[in-house]
């Protein structure tokens, strides 16, 4: 299969201040650093800890370094009612920031509380995910982290959840599986969700699909599949579905197909299917009606852009055609699409009129 690098237009759409929040992501651990925005995410601010004097102090010659201990120390063990855990760990593909989005939108509804923090120094490289500085005339006032947690929130319907949340680990990636399959193992976890998007030929006036991976087949068959055989570079919720099988604990990542026009801002519609989809497997309700209004706005603000921008309807108006070819028998393959995408971004742009 060819491989043909692109640049695809991008719908950048403006939400309230009070509903944004700085978003991270990073390709591979000494890859580029990309900002986007996330809907309906309130910051979280968390103070650097004092470190003991002693720490500043060299090692007496000839002294050997502490083995690495456990990654999470799980202080408590709530009682949880048929508990189930959603996973979402940015840094990898999430189109439209629709994972993180319905991540935090999830941990604001529930009102989500900290359980346990996962031991960062052990697996961030924060030379690539370095913390905030907010500096006052010269005065250091704060420095934000940005922790992998454990959260626990009562979503209702007779069931608990677990809300794993943060950057995706840098190093030490089989022992983040492993305290993660005994943390679930240790508090009765009966099934996790994972929550992700990718770019997908589709188009932001159909309902958002919702598809679904697993290692256990029955469990991928709940939602719709991608039917092809593909090898990809994977993230660690892939992974960790892996690992969470083979343990004997269902995992199920959920994942939106994102218009490949929104894939680069943030796009409410596929975070509002993956809040949906999680609730119908999950069996509880769960109030959207602010991710419901947001959707509503995002998706009036891209239809005033693409009147606005004659070369960002052609390019809508071929992944219709695209979508309307696969509809019936076959979806197109990735060299078509990027065929395509290469072909119309060649293109001169058409003059402005004005």
């Known amino acids: 299969m060819a491989t043909v690098s ?14 944004t929040a700085n978003a991270r992501c990073r390709n591979g651990r000494k890859g580029d650093t990309r900002a986007g925005r996330a809907g309906l995410v309130t910051r979280q601010g968390y103070r650097a800890p004092p470190r003991p004097a002693a720490w500043m102090n060299a090692a007496p010659e000839g002294a050997t370094l502490p083995c690495m201990g456990k990654l999470l120390e799980l202080a408590e063990r709530p009682a949880l009612r048929d508990p189930f855990l959603v996973v979402h760990l940015h840094g990898w593909t999430d189109a439209g920031l629709a994972g993180q989005t319905a991540a935090v939108f999830l941990r604001s509804r529930w009102n989500a509380s900290p359980l346990a923090e996962f031991d960062a120094d052990e697996l961030i490289d924060f030379r690539a995910r370095r913390p905030v500085v907010r500096l006052a005339s010269g005065t250091i006032e704060e420095v934000t982290w940005s922790p992998t947690e454990l959260l626990q929130a009562a979503p209702g319907g007779g069931r608990d959840a677990l809300l794993l949340v943060g ?20 508090l009765g976890v009966g ?16 309902p958002v699909a919702v598809v679904g991976t697993s290692a256990d087949p029955d469990l991928a068959g709940r939602l719709e599949t991608v039917p092809v055989i593909a090898e990809l570079s994977a993230g660690i919720q892939t992974v960790l579905e892996e690992w969470l099988h083979r343990a004997g604990i269902p995992a199920t990542g959920l994942w939106a197909r994102v218009p490949p026009y929104l894939a680069g801002g943030t796009h409410p519609p596929a975070a509002l299917a993956l809040v949906e989809t999680l609730g119908r497997l999950a069996g509880v309700e769960i109030e959207t009606t602010e ?14 852009a693409i009147r606005e921008r004659p070369q960002i309807a052609e390019f809508v108006d071929q992944i219709r055609g695209m979508v309307e ?3 019936d028998e076959r979806i197109p393959s990735g060299d078509e699409i990027a065929a395509e995408l290469e072909r119309f971004l060649g293109q001169n742009p058409p003059e402005d009129p004005r």
Do not use: N, S, Y
Not at 10 to 15: I, N, Q, S, T, V
Not at 167 to 186: I, L, N, T, Y
Not at 192 to 204: I, N, Q, R, S, Y
């Open 325 to 327: 070819q696969g509809a």
């Open 291 to 304: 991710l419901e209004a947001a959707t509503k706005d995002h998706l009036e603000q891209v239809e005033q």
């Open 6 to 19: 692109i640049q695809v237009p991008m719908l950048e759409m403006k939400l309230p201040v009070q509903m």
């Open 191 to 206: 099934e996790v969700f994972g929550l992700g998007a990718f770019p997908a030929p589709a188009l932001h006036t159909d």
């Open 167 to 186: 950057p995706e680990p840098d190093f030490r990636w089989r022992a983040f599986c492993e305290e993660v399959v005994e943390a679930c193992r240790r």
